[in-house]
T-cell receptor
Framework: QKEVEQNSGPLSVPEGAIASLNCTYSDRGSQSFFWYRQYSGKSPELIMFIYSNGDKEDGRFTAQLNKASQYVSLLIRDSQPSDSATYLCAVKANFGNEKLTFGTGTRLTIIP | DAGITQSPRHKVTETGTPVTLRCHQTENHRYMYWYRQDPGHGLRLIHYSYGVKDTDKGEVSDGYSVSRSKTEDFLLTLESATSSQTSVYFC????????????FGEGSWLTVV
């Protein structure tokens, strides 16, 4: 079992709809969770991070964390064509361990 | 902009030759990382550093070595390049007091022929 798992997609969502990206992780002791966006041929860029159970909102993005289910998700509201990219979920094992483990990413396509 | 510069950005080299990739940061961050990214595998940690001369292995460290003689520079060396090391290599730095977020450089595309 991979440490961080994501559905590779592609996930196609109509423009203006909500895109939902999911990630599960195997290490129950994981403490912090990150979402990165990566355009083709570019480097990953941080969208947001979350530590606590529940929702965290930043503009059109909402991260959701459920540690009991070992599940983290990213919702993108009012999806735009510019949101078309690969989204990477990353997990840090515990505070003080500064290594991120990444999932393989989900490719998202927003259909105009 | 996290102030990370990778060089070279693109390189083609022959099997068996040594290759060194350089990562330079301007923000004086403690942690620096080298990841490789391959289709189907995502980003995998090669080595990381938590200070000058302090380094540790990641999950795919075989065939790679690193050095950090100055805070701002983290070098990744492929001792004897193989075709399986054809990949995109990303340097990253950890920013902030608690090192909670990791930011990436623009990447170095390496082809081993």
């Amino acid at each position: 079992q991979k440490e961080v798992e994501q559905n590779s997609g592609p996930l196609s969502v109509p423009e203006g709809a909500i895109a939902s990206l999911n990630c599960t992780y195997s290490d129950r002791g994981s403490q912090s969770f990150f979402w990165y966006r990566q355009y083709s041929g570019k480097s990953p860029e941080l969208i947001m991070f979350i530590y606590s159970n529940g929702d965290k909102e930043d503009g059109r993005f909402t991260a959701q964390l459920n540690k009991a289910s070992q599940y983290v998700s990213l919702l993108i509201r009012d999806s735009q064509p510019s949101d078309s990219a690969t989204y990477l979920c990353a997990v840090k094992a515990n505070f003080g361990n500064e290594k991120l483990t990444f999932g393989t990413g989900t490719r998202l396509t927003i259909i105009p | 902009d996290a102030g990370i510069t990778q060089s070279p950005r693109h390189k083609v080299t022959e099997t068996g030759t040594p290759v060194t990739l350089r990562c330079h940061q301007t923000e004086n961050h403690r942690y620096m990382y080298w990841y490789r990214q391959d289709p189907g595998h995502g980003l995998r940690l090669i080595h990381y550093s938590y200070g000058v001369k302090d380094t540790d292995k990641g999950e795919v460290s075989d065939g790679y070595s690193v050095s950090r003689s100055k805070t701002e520079d983290f070098l990744l060396t492929l001792e004897s390049a193989t075709s399986s090391q054809t990949s995109v290599y990303f340097c990253a730095i950890s920013e902030g007091q608690t090192g909670n977020t990791i930011y990436f450089g623009e990447g170095s595309w390496l082809t081993v022929v």
